[in-house]
């Protein structure tokens, strides 16, 4: 979580909302992390768990990512959440629930739904009260 | 639609699942179209919606699409539905119906979320047998 949160202050020094993603190996080793880059790319899906699943799995031989774990720093969005479970990763770990925007525990439940093939596990709150307080900050000093 | 049944064609012919997908804008001008591609890319996102989104917005100044169509040959998935609503797209048309990973009128519902920011208009059902016979013929022809 300590690399999704620098990915997520480096994201807000670059004017981006500030969520980070890194994806590890069942090892703990990191296959890839990314940054959100939605006005960088002006690509309003380049969030950073996209980027960072799609980059963990080209740099390995396999499309899937099965045991690996996607560590985010704000509960991934229906798109990215749906994402994960395509690239069957193991376990979904995120910071700061989102309860506007969410997609695990709020608003869509994407793993709730019974035609979900391929469910993560799921632990939510990891380091939340830093999570959470990159977004807020950012925010405020955009208002 | 002709044009997304051919880009799903054209992906069952290089292996894929057989869907397609098109973006045309308010006057009907095509600005993107793709067909699957989950296994060229070895990338489990790579749908033929999320693929056509980035493409049509890549392709303008605005990193939204509003009041543009999307055009699907199946059901968008919900991460594809999600990414539609991040895209700001006017309309998500689709031919099949899928009640085994549609994510727009099956499963997850992504618009029908409250928390779901932007939702589009949907039409669903056009082509539908044709976009449907593609799937069937194609899922046949691998058992």
């Known amino acids: 979580m300590e690399l999704a949160l620098a990915e997520a202050r480096a994201a807000a020094a670059r004017g981006e909302v500030p969520v980070g ?3 590890t190996d ?3 080793a990191v296959l890839a992390r990314a940054g959100n880059e939605v006005e960088a790319r002006h690509d309003p899906s380049a969030h950073a768990e996209m980027l960072a699943l ?3 799995a080209a740099g390995r031989a396999d499309k899937f990512l099965a ?3 996607l560590t985010a720093t704000l509960e991934p ?3 990215c959440a749906q994402a994960a479970s395509f690239f069957r990763i193991g376990r979904v ?3 700061a629930y989102d309860p506007k925007g969410g997609g695990v525990d709020h608003g869509a439940r994407v793993y709730a739904a019974p035609s979900c ?3 993560p596990e799921v632990v939510g709150g990891l380091r939340e009260s830093d999570c959470a307080a ?3 900050n950012f925010f405020a000093a955009r208002r």
């Open 21 to 23: 993603a890194v994806v």
């Open 26 to 28: 069942a090892a703990g």
């Open 54 to 56: 799609r980059a963990a």
């Open 67 to 69: 045991g690996c774990t």
């Open 77 to 79: 969005c229906p798109m």
């Open 93 to 95: 770990a995120f910071g």
């Open 117 to 119: 093939h391929h469910v």
């Open 134 to 136: 990159l977004l807020r």
